[in-house]
Nanobody, 123 residues
């Protein structure tokens, strides 16, 4: 059974930073790409960032490029999302998901999801 657990969310002022973590169970964690998505009230879940199994390849949504950085530590079964220069429009529940075929922006390609962590950015 695979479990993903997000943490690190909270309330921050615009311009501030947060670091999200996605901790995974299972010894095969390092075999899979991981993606971060977010969902704001009344909106669809949207891709934020993704990272390959090795960490050697990353991709970002245009809305977060230059502000967010995704990384991973396979020894700790954890993927991170460093979020800087946060804006009110970044407010959402953030989810991590496992991507068996690469960190695609298509959420239907993910087979396991965490429960999410709330990020609220005040203006």
């Amino acid at each position: 059974q695979v479990q993903l657990v997000e943490s690190g969310g909270g309330l921050v002022q615009a311009g501030g930073s947060l670091r999200l973590s996605c901790a995974a169970s299972g010894r095969t964690f390092s075999n899979y790409a991981i993606g971060w998505f977010r969902q704001a009230p009344g909106k669809e879940r949207e891709f934020v960032a993704g990272i390959s199994w090795s960490g050697g390849s990353t991709r970002y949504a245009d809305s977060v490029k230059g502000r967010f950085t995704i990384s991973r530590d396979n020894a700790k079964n954890t993927v991170f999302l460093q979020m800087n220069s946060l804006k009110p429009e970044d407010t959402a529940v953030y989810y991590c998901g496992r991507a068996p075929r690469g960190a695609t922006p298509n959420r239907n390609e993910y087979d396991y999801w965490g429960q999410g962590t709330q990020v609220t950015v005040s203006s």
